[in-house]
């Protein structure tokens, strides 16, 4: 059986021996009801992945034999989406679902015509559940490598981000420019100079305003298919599609 996976903290991996404790022990003790002697995988979350024994169970840490030890390789080429806030849960169901994709940055984006609100006062707890599902959609998926929830941006610096990339891509149905057959960048590289990021927009659709923006940023319109999706899985779409494309799948 394929061994769990549990994410240690940073630099806990260059040890031979290692506690797993707080909410990791527990779910690890209690939830996963790990015993001794069982083969777990422990990842530090930026690629650090060790093969382990467990040789101690508390109540609420388990004690980790590293045995084998490697880094797995930064994905080439990096991509990151962008976005759209969605209604109520299912921003987190978006999250979840590109980190098993293999997606490594994930940038929520208060689009204009985005229903969903992230007020000042509540803005740290909405982004918290994003990076903790993140978190955990990446121990599901056995990556060693937690993709980076970044902060809440505002459309000038999505403009940005697409004018920093090897190749910005806009989701959008007013197109005949379909995604999969795009010209990507070449060079490869974890340079985010290199790198692709995808714009999810949100329910109601793009503003001017920000279609424009994000032309003025060099940013080409993609088709995902002849159906329409919603936002919260037109990510995971456009994720399978260059995944398979870049040779990272």
């Not at 190749?167 to 985010?192: K, M, N, Q």
């Amino acid at each position: 059986m394929t061994p769990p996976v549990f994410l240690a903290g940073a630099g806990e991996l260059d040890q031979d021996r290692v506690l797993l404790s707080g909410p990791e022990g527990r779910h690890a003790a209690v939830v996963r009801r790990i015993t001794v002697g069982e083969t777990v995988d422990l990842v530090d979350g930026a690629g650090t992945r060790a093969r382990c024994v467990v040789t101690d169970v508390a109540k609420d840490a388990v004690v980790c034999e590293v045995r084998e030890r490697c880094v797995d390789p930064a994905p080439s080429p990096p991509i990151t989406v962008v976005q759209a806030l969605p209604k109520g849960d299912r921003g987190e169901l978006a999250v979840e679902v590109m980190t098993e994709a293999g997606v490594d940055v994930i940038v929520p984006w208060a689009a204009e015509r985005c229903v969903t609100r992230w007020k000042p006062e509540r803005a740290a707890k909405a982004l918290g559940k994003w990076r903790a599902t993140a978190r955990e959609a990446a121990k599901q998926a056995r990556r060693s490598r937690v993709p980076e929830v970044a902060g809440l941006a505002a459309t000038r610096e999505v403009a940005a981000l697409l004018a920093g990339a090897g190749l910005g891509i806009v989701l959008h149905e007013d197109t005949e420019e379909r995604l999969s057959a795009l010209t990507l960048p070449e060079g490869g590289g974890t340079d985010p100079a290199t790198g692709i990021v995808v714009v999810v927009g949100p329910e109601g659709g793009f503003a001017d305003a920000e279609l424009a923006a994000f032309d003025e940023a060099g940013a080409v319109r993609a088709l995902l298919g002849p159906t329409v999706l919603r936002t919260s899985t037109a990510g995971v779409a456009a994720l399978a599609v260059l995944q398979a494309r870049c040779g990272r799948w």
